[in-house]
């Protein structure tokens, strides 16, 4: 079992970054000199990944463009002997074979995932969310897939998160089975407080078999009145083995402004043309504070 290909869904409204993703997809957002979708991009690549499909919708094609080639742009910037600049512009189109398709109405997560269907075929495959940031020494997903390929099932990325923030997550009954490793046996999305399994929540990453779009597409709307994802893993995990990976790395939620602000931030200050400076400007700050 070889894990090629990665599905990246990015087709939701992005509603609690607005105004600002009235019009910008909150993937296309810049993060220093990146936008965020570029560094999820990056992480799949890194763990091995050949092939990625974009899950996107009628109001996000500038990341389809980000991801082309740009001659006119290209062209300026090899004639001022701009190199830098044009081997990063390059650099963004040339990383992955990536393929596109839409979501056409936005039904949740497990719809936008059951678009990939055709792409897939039948073989397992890795979920990166569009908005889901990790840093990582190892990548997330490379953790996940390992865990999959060396037990032969289903992977999901889990932290530990504080009692009163699970209810904008999800919670996983686990069972130990090696360190940072545990089987899943059952899994509930925005759980009340009586629902909680464990504080283990899935964070955006998933390594998932074909036998998922079945499952999807047989879901009613769950929470929300959308198509869960959660719900289709609940029945997989019941049905199938499925393992929940304690990933080693720090995950950024960049969907809501305060995510956003601490990755860009974080990068920021680990950037060769930007640290020094910000670590200055931030020191300032605070003995303004
Ligand atoms: P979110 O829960 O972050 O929803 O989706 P959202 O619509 O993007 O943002 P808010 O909550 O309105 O601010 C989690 C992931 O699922 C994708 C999103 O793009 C994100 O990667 N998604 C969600 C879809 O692709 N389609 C959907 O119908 C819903």
């Known amino acids: 079992m070889k894990v090629r290909k990665a599905v990246i869904p990015a087709a939701g409204l992005g509603t609690r970054m607005l105004p600002a993703t009235k019009t910008v997809p909150k993937e296309m957002l810049p993060m220093v000199d990146k936008p965020a979708i570029q560094y999820i991009i990056e992480e799949a690549v890194a763990a091995g990944i050949e092939d990625i499909l974009i899950v996107t919708n009628r109001a996000k ?50 719809h936008a995932i059951a678009r990939a269907r055709r792409f897939v075929g039948e073989e397992p495959f890795a979920v990166l969310l569009g908005d889901d940031i990790m840093r990582a020494r190892t990548p997330v997903i490379g953790q996940l897939i390992q865990a999959a390929e060396k037990y032969q099932c289903s992977a999901v990325g889990v932290q530990q998160v504080a009692t009163e923030a699970l209810s904008k997550y999800c919670s996983v009954k686990v069972e130990p089975l090696e360190e940072r490793i545990f089987t899943v046996s059952d899994v509930v999305e925005k759980p ?14 998933y390594v ?7 499952v999807l597409e047989d879901l009613e709307p769950g929470v929300g009145g959308e198509i869960q994802l959660t719900d289709g893993l609940r029945r997989l995990c019941k049905r199938e083995k499925m393992v929940a990976v304690d990933f080693e790395g720090r995950r950024y939620d960049t969907g809501n ?11 920021a200050l680990d950037h060769p043309t930007t640290g020094p400076w910000l670590k200055r400007f931030l020191r300032e700050k605070v003995r303004e504070l």
């Not at 009340?192 to 990453?205: H, K, M, T």
């Not at 998932?208 to 079945?214: A, E, N, R, T």
């Open 257 to 267: 402004i305060r995510g956003f602000l601490e990755a860009t931030i974080d990068f």
């Open 61 to 110: 094609s500038a990341m389809d463009d980000y991801f082309d080639y740009y001659p006119e742009l290209e062209d300026r910037l090899n004639a001022a002997g701009k190199d830098r600049e044009l081997a990063e512009v390059r650099r963004a189109a040339d990383l992955a074979n990536i393929f596109y398709v839409r979501q056409k109405e936005t039904k949740g997560l497990g």
């Open 192 to 205: 009340r407080r009586e629902q909680i399994f464990s504080n283990y929540a899935i964070l955006g990453r």
């Open 208 to 214: 998932l078999p074909p036998g998922i779009f079945d």
